[in-house]
């Protein structure tokens, strides 16, 4: 960055750090508060960020971090949209020493000396806690639950599945009967609940891997004549600020947070790794959950 245009990328001799990030996409309010965060920490650490959007697609992904290791940028960030196929262009960031950082999202590898440290959330953790709920809530009748999970092959969508059937596990009364990808996305949580409430008539509970899944199924629920939160009883992991007030309106039943403001955390590691300091290779980002009482209550106050 900085005056220097000769070089190419990099410090450019002005310290400054250039740092090229590659996003998921823009499927979700969690995502558009995620790429505001790090937009605005870049900007407040004095980070050149150089942005690009995937669109959901990992070929996407690939070609972005290509071109900045070819503009030979400082540090390389990126939040992969699923967890496997990475190695091959992670090992040409590696070549051409470019430290690479992981955030939100794990890649699935052998070898993890490709990246310096992962920074996010624990995905299991907060499938665990949902299925929790629900075996303290919905343990003591029959329930039947169509799982709406993520997108297909993705570290969130992977875990919280996991972390959710190991904790209902043993509890006869709870059954998913149903489970299918809606990709993140409201438009793909309506489409699948209308689906499978036409197929599972019997469903009277809905565990959404997010908010917007969530939100795209009460649309369903109602348009098949019945009330969300009440006979049709929904868990869902994210609480941004639509899903929150749904909570608090009574169409949510229970949220699990997952942060996504993690631009602040992002871009003090990129200047320690830059700086050659070591990082711890996993930072967990901290949680917590909301009930529709403590929805009600938080809402005032948040910020996405
Ligand atoms: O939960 C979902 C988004 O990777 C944690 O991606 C993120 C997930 C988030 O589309 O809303």
Same mark, same amino acid.
């Given at each position: 960055?900085?005056?220097?245009?000769?070089?190419?990328?990099?410090?450019?001799?002005?310290?400054?750090?250039?740092?090229?990030?590659?996003? /998921?996409? %823009?499927? @979700?309010?969690?995502?558009?508060?995620?790429?505001? !965060?790090?937009?605005?920490? &870049?900007?407040? +650490? #004095? =980070?050149?960020?150089?942005?690009?959007?995937?669109?959901?697609?990992?070929?996407?992904?690939?070609?972005?971090?290509?071109?900045?290791?070819?503009?030979?940028?400082? /540090?390389? %960030?990126? @939040?992969?949209?699923?967890?496997?196929?990475?190695? !091959?262009?992670?090992?040409? &960031?590696?070549? +051409? #020493? =470019?430290?690479?950082?992981?955030?939100?999202?794990?890649?699935?590898?052998?070898?993890?000396?490709?990246?310096?440290?992962?920074?996010?959330?624990?995905?299991?953790?907060?499938?665990?806690?949902?299925?929790?709920?629900?075996?303290?809530?919905?343990?003591?009748?029959?329930?039947?639950?169509?799982?709406?999970?993520?997108?297909?092959?993705?570290?969130?969508?992977?875990?919280?599945?996991?972390?959710?059937?190991?904790?209902?596990?043993?509890?006869?009364?709870?059954?998913?009967?149903?489970?299918?990808?809606?990709?993140?996305?409201?438009?793909?949580?309506?489409?699948?609940?209308?689906?499978?409430?036409?197929?599972?008539?019997?469903?009277?509970?809905?565990?959404?891997?997010?908010?917007?899944?969530?939100?795209?199924?009460?649309?369903?629920?109602?348009?098949?004549?019945?009330?969300?939160?009440?006979?049709?009883?929904?868990?869902?992991?994210?609480?941004?600020?639509?899903?929150?007030?749904?909570?608090?309106?009574?169409?949510?039943?229970?949220?699990?947070?997952?942060?996504?403001?993690?631009?602040?955390?992002?871009?003090?590691?990129?200047?320690?790794?830059?700086?050659?300091?070591?990082?711890?290779?996993?930072?967990?980002?901290?949680?917590?959950?909301?009930?529709?009482?403590?929805?009600?209550?938080?809402?005032?106050?948040?910020?996405?």
């Amino acid at each position: 960055g900085g005056d220097d245009s000769s070089a190419s990328g990099g410090s450019g001799g002005d310290g400054t750090i250039t740092m090229g990030f590659s996003q /998921v996409g %823009a499927e @979700s309010g969690w995502r558009t508060a995620n790429t505001a !965060s790090i937009q605005q920490s &870049a900007e407040d +650490a #004095g =980070i050149e960020l150089q942005f690009s959007d995937a669109q959901g697609e990992q070929e996407n992904q690939i070609s972005a971090i290509r071109s900045f290791i070819q503009q030979r940028v400082d /540090v390389i %960030a990126f @939040s992969p949209v699923v967890e496997t196929g990475w190695d !091959s262009v992670l090992l040409e &960031a590696q070549r +051409a #020493g =470019i430290p690479v950082i992981l955030t939100d999202r794990a890649v699935d590898s052998e070898d993890d000396s490709l990246y310096e440290t992962f920074l996010g959330s624990d995905f299991v953790e907060e499938g665990k806690k949902a299925g929790e709920w629900a075996v303290e809530n919905w343990g003591s009748q029959p329930t039947f639950v169509a799982e709406l999970q993520g997108t297909t092959g993705a570290a969130p969508a992977i875990d919280r599945q996991q972390g959710f059937a190991d904790a209902i596990e043993g509890t006869d009364n709870i059954e998913v009967v149903a489970s299918q990808s809606g990709d993140f996305t409201r438009a793909g949580g309506r489409e699948v609940m209308e689906a499978m409430l036409n197929s599972n008539p019997e469903i009277n509970a809905v565990y959404a891997h997010n908010d917007d899944m969530a939100l795209g199924a009460i649309e369903a629920i109602e348009a098949a004549g019945k009330t969300p939160g009440v006979d049709i009883q929904i868990i869902s992991v994210d609480a941004v600020r639509d899903g929150m007030q749904a909570l608090a309106d009574g169409q949510i039943n229970f949220i699990v947070e997952c942060n996504p403001l993690l631009g602040d955390q992002l871009m003090e590691l990129a200047e320690q790794v830059v700086a050659g300091e070591e990082v711890p290779k996993r930072v967990v980002t901290e949680e917590t959950t909301f009930t529709q009482e403590q929805a009600v209550e938080a809402l005032p106050d948040r910020q996405y």
